[in-house]
């Protein structure tokens, strides 16, 4: 199966600093990759889509200033914390899809960070 | 707009027992449905999907689960529960139209007691 690798895994930063994730598809191109967020105990709440080479489109309620995402190829996007701040500590999720088709989006490892 | 519904927050079965985990969903169009399990502090594994074709479509790990338009719902089952099927397990479906964006449930927790 197509494989989604999340880079780290786990990440402590400071309050203030700014911290990045990145999303890769390994063995597959992905024009649409998503990122969600996800609360102890509650289920994935969608973040933003982004395509490549284009704007993400984010849902409301996300400010995109903050969670500032890139799709700069088919292989990676990144998702940037900025300015982070303790109520962003959280685990993070990203998803992509299949270049062409009607197929289930594949999943990264997810980010757990950790704002201290 | 979309929506999917896990009225379940836990589900409780005892090992070889068959267990079956709620899913009811809203959208317009055909809808496409599907069903992840996840571990604590890992991503969402793949468990199956229903795009179009048979109702009853079968998966990972022995699960199975049964599209049912008229009621909209795509409830998750397994024969047989084992103990490692303790887990957290997410509904999601995503529309034709709209960005392709998938929607989650809010999850079921599955507790398998030897």
């Known amino acids: 199966g197509a494989v989604v690798s999340q880079h780290p895994s786990r990440v402590i930063c400071k309050s203030g600093t700014s911290v990045k994730i990145e999303c890769r598809s390994l063995d597959f191109q992905a024009t649409t990759m998503f990122w969600y967020r996800q609360f102890p105990k509650q289920s994935l709440m969608l973040m933003a889509t982004?395509?490549?080479?284009?704007?993400?489109?984010?849902e409301q309620g996300v400010e995109k200033d903050k969670f500032l995402i890139n799709h700069a190829s088919l292989t990676l996007s990144t998702l940037t914390v900025t300015s982070a701040h303790p109520e962003d500590s959280s685990f993070y999720i990203c998803?992509?899809?299949?270049?062409?088709?009607?197929?289930?989006?594949?999943f990264g490892q997810g980010t757990r960070l950790t704002v201290v | 707009a979309q929506s999917v519904a896990q009225p379940e927050d836990q589900v409780n079965v005892a090992e070889g027992n068959p267990l079956t985990v709620k899913c009811t969903y809203s959208?317009?169009?055909?809808?496409?449905l599907f069903w992840y399990v996840q571990y604590p502090n890992r991503g969402l594994q793949f468990l199956l999907k229903y795009i179009t074709g048979d109702n009853l479509v079968k998966g990972s790990y022995g699960f199975e689960a049964e599209f049912n338009k008229s009621q909209t719902s795509f409830h998750l089952k397994k024969p047989s529960a084992l103990v490692s099927d303790s887990a957290l397990y997410f509904c999601a479906v995503r529309g034709a139209t709209g960005g392709f964006k998938t929607i989650f449930g809010a999850g079921t927790r599955l507790f398998v007691k030897a």
């Open positions: 998803s992509a899809r299949y270049r062409t088709g009607n197929t289930e989006a594949f």
């Open positions: 959208v317009s169009g055909n809808p496409y």
């Open positions: 982004s395509n490549e080479g284009s704007k993400a489109t984010y």
